[in-house]
């Protein structure tokens, strides 16, 4: 990461050196890629997704990347590396970024097979195959990464133990109290805690990993062990070419990264910092990369940009915990007080560590961090509230803000301060948060500094009098879609009408709405009041899709896509849909949601081929609508071995309770048997994965052109809390989110995030959980099948003819031709026109 971060920033500066050309020699397979979210490799991110160095990046620079090389040897007086097949190459200036390597305990039996580190992609590949044959798991080390490996044994099935010499887990970043709040709720997740205990021998019985002796007498059985202790700096290049490294290791620079060769320099977890300190986290190895690249750019040291230190302040999410440190978190400064909160029952612990002179040193915050993004840029400075309000939960009051410097770093990843983030905004009209990390690298290492970074740009906006547009649009200016839906539930509004006339704010000839507010109060309408969406009013508020039920092809030609529940078909209903398809000359495909899309029809083949679906049992797959698509599910205990309950009774059940339920985006869904997620569930707006005792829900999964993976919402719920929670979080969902927002973007927008939504839907910390109860009721008493609906309707199904003067006569601008057996659309016709 930081070898990558400083090509970044070499190939960034300006001006550039003349003639200079960059190779890398990397020891691994692949190219840089974010060991920071490693452990989302588990949970479905590929190794594409974390890879940090697109594919056109090295061809635009001219960088030569030479993989799967590494260098063995350095020759200082010729200025040459050699590598391991042997081939030399020679350099003016050498940057060291080697990194560091695990530490492994040297131990009896430590390379055992069934022993792992956690480091690269290939270790992890390497655990994930031995998990699927492993019951029990130890993770030796309590530290950031130890924990991540800890939820990844838990997340795939394993019964999991984590041993740390130290009295506490996490020694480096937090106290006592925060470590015990810590300990319990991750042994509340399943995990079994060992601390003040060391690895004195790994069992091997034949051959292989069977169990783990502690310092203490404890002997605990194992079928895999992950050592993860901490790192040492990967310095024995730098020795072996007789340059100087620190008596604990790490190679020594000075403030401008520079060894005691003038042509070497070092930088990241290799190099030991002019403050006798090696950095093992991202944030000082990317300002010691910035640091480096500056150097070779300018020519002659800058003594503005120097690297002599850095902020060890850490906020991150261990096993759904939320964990910060910053600043003095231990209280070692003289004279400084402490200013605490804790409440076991709830997990929460808050630290402030405050000098006398009323400066703020540190803090340690767990279990609730959301303070951490304004406190940790105010490190050092007076607080301008008591302290205590800082530490008190919301219960208490309204959560203070602060206002910060712009001297504050606000992405310590980066090191943008407050002030770059507003001059963007102001000097280059910024006016989101996407926008700020393309200008200026902030929010794009950890992320955790989304959401202040957010409130900055909206504040500056503020400041500067442009309007953020806070409505739906400019017929409902002074509303959201949140706020709409609960004028249209409290009043009991079931017209577009009625709605724009007395809460529209748009006059003259364009006062009858848009494309915008149109389908999105239609959406409210139909969530809330039911009725069929092609009756009336109702009719003219849907796009090209919900008009005629059907999804719109390049073409002009439209698909059919009848519900299959959890993907189970029956061999006749098989048999029906080939039929269909045969009959009307369709083009059929398997989906990726288990279901058969059928396409190649026109507008006035609908109803025949509906009716026909419909006496066979099919319904309407709302593939069309911003509703429920699918519930996908593997076949789970039923037929798999590795099944622990049934994926695909739960899947059918969740898709025929949901269906036909109006959203403010489509819906999507899995149920997987078992941890092994061959439904993909946590891909997915809602996933249920089995557990032995119960169900796992992860919501806020979506896939497309921004991937997310879902968060754990709620782990081992019987099946009645289960189905209930999923009522809970849609009814919310749908109540709360904006227009076309996924599930996914809700989560991360809503003020508080998950938490917030756990507290709202488990918790009802807002009292409204019997009114998203009674709605989700209403829905599933209400469901009506819109295909036969229409059916039913005569004139309903006039809509559905290609040209309303002439009832029967095809559109002629619809044809296909031949591929692979089945039809393929001939595109429209290009017209080109051309004059003076």
Request: proline share 5%; charged share 25%.
């Amino acid at each position: 990461m930081v070898g990558q971060r400083f090509l970044e920033a070499l190939t960034e500066a300006e001006p550039r050196p003349p003639g200079l050309r960059i190779t890398v020699l990397a020891e691994e397979p692949r190219r840089a890629y974010d060991r920071v979210h490693l452990t989302s490799w588990f949970s479905g991110t590929t190794a594409e997704e974390l890879s940090l160095c697109g594919d056109g990046f090295a061809a635009e620079h001219g960088i030569d990347i030479r993989l799967g090389d590494p260098v063995e040897t350095i020759d200082r007086a010729a200025r040459t590396v050699t590598t391991r097949a042997g081939h030399t190459v020679g350099y003016d200036t050498l940057v060291l970024a080697t990194g560091s390597y695990p530490f492994v305990p040297p131990v009896p039996g430590h390379d055992t097979p069934g022993c792992f580190v956690y480091r690269t992609i290939e270790d992890l590949e390497a655990i994930k195959a031995a998990a699927e044959q492993a019951r029990i798991g130890v993770v030796v080390g309590g530290g950031l990464l130890g924990l991540e490996a800890a939820g990844a044994l838990t997340a795939m099935g394993l019964d999991t133990h984590v041993v740390e010499f130290a009295s506490r887990l996490m020694a480096l970043q937090i106290d006592d109290g925060g470590g015990r709040v810590l300990r319990r709720k991750i042994q509340d997740l399943g995990v079994t805690v060992h601390t003040g205990a060391g690895t004195q021998a790994i069992v091997d019985r034949a051959g292989r990993v069977a169990g783990m002796v502690l310092s203490d007498g404890t002997e605990l059985a194992t079928d895999l062990v992950v050592f993860s202790a901490g790192v040492r700096p990967r310095d024995r290049l730098a020795r072996a070419a007789g340059l100087a490294v620190g008596e604990r290791g790490g190679i020594v620079v000075d403030e401008y990264c520079r060894t005691d060769d003038p042509h070497v320099l070092a930088i990241g977890e290799c190099a030991l910092a002019v403050d006798g300190r090696v950095y093992g986290l991202v944030a000082p190895g990317y300002a010691m990369a910035e640091v480096a690249a500056r150097q070779l750019a300018a020519g002659p040291p800058d003594p503005d940009r120097t690297f002599t230190g850095a902020d060890l302040s850490t906020s991150l999410k261990l096993l759904g915990v939320d964990v910060a440190g910053f600043g003095d978190a231990h209280g070692v400064a003289e004279d400084c007080v402490e200013v605490l909160y804790s409440d076991p029952l709830a997990g929460v612990y808050k630290k402030l560590v405050i000098g006398a002179d009323g400066r703020l040193l540190g803090g340690v915050l767990v279990g609730d961090a959301d303070a951490y993004a304004q406190l940790r840029p105010l490190t050092g400075s007076p607080l301008p509230v008591p302290p205590e309000q800082l530490v008190l939960p919301a219960t208490a009051g309204p959560r203070v803000r602060l206002a910060l410097p712009d001297t504050a770093v606000v992405c310590s990843c980066h090191g943008v301060a407050k002030g770059t983030i507003r001059a963007a905004v102001t000097e280059h009209d910024v006016v989101d948060v996407p926008g700020i990390k393309r200008c200026t690298k902030a929010g794009t290492g950890c992320g955790g500094c989304v959401k202040l970074i957010g409130s900055i740009v909206t504040e500056e906006l503020a400041a500067a009098g442009i309007e953020t547009r806070r409505g739906l649009c400019e017929h409902f200016a002074r509303y959201t879609r949140a706020e709409l839906y609960e004028i249209v539930r409290v009043k009991g509004i079931g017209g577009f009408a009625r709605l724009i006339d007395e809460h529209g704010s748009a006059e003259g000839p364009d006062a009858d709405g848009c494309e915008i507010c149109k389908p999105a109060v239609g959406s409210i309408l139909a969530s809330l009041s039911g009725g069929h969406i092609l009756d009336g009013e109702q009719a003219a508020l849907q796009d090209t899709n919900d008009h005629f039920l059907a999804n719109l092809q390049r073409n002009g030609s439209y698909s059919v896509v009848p519900r299959i529940p959890g993907g189970e078909v029956t061999p006749e209903g098989l048999i029906t849909i080939g039929e269909i398809a045969r009959d009307f000359g369709l083009y059929t495909k398997i989906t990726g949601g288990q279901r058969i899309d059928m396409f190649g029809a026109t507008v006035d083949q609908l109803p025949s081929i509906w009716q026909r679906l419909v006496a066979a049992g099919f319904e309407s797959g709302h593939a069309y609508g911003k509703a429920l698509r699918t519930v996908k599910s593997c076949v789970g205990q039923t037929w798999c071995r590795y099944g622990v309950q049934d994926s695909v009774a739960l899947a059918i059940e969740l898709e025929l309770r949901y269906r036909g339920l109006r959203s403010p985006h489509k819906l999507k869904s899995a149920v997987s048997g078992c941890t092994r997620e061959c439904a993909e569930a946590q891909s997915k707006d809602f996933g249920v994965i089995a557990t032995a005792e119960g169900w796992n829900l992860y919501v806020g999964g979506n896939g497309g052109t921004t991937p997310r993976h879902a968060e754990l919402l709620a782990s081992d719920l019987d099946h009645d809390t289960l189905i209930r929670t999923i009522d809970r979080f849609l009814m919310f969902y749908i109540r709360t989110a904006d227009r076309l927002e996924r599930t996914a973007s809700w989560l991360t927008r809503i003020e508080g995030g998950l938490d917030h939504v756990r507290a709202v839907v488990m918790d009802d910390a807002l009292g409204i959980c019997a009114d998203l109860d009674e709605l989700m009721a209403r829905h599933v008493q209400t469901y009506e099948d819109e295909w036969a609906a229409t059916l039913a309707d005569p004139e309903r199904v006039r809509r559905f003819v290609s040209f309303a003067n002439a009832p029967g006569v095809p559109d002629p601008t619809v044809r296909f031709t031949a591929e692979r057996e089945q039809i393929k659309p001939v595109l429209f016709e290009r017209l080109e026109v051309r004059g003076r």
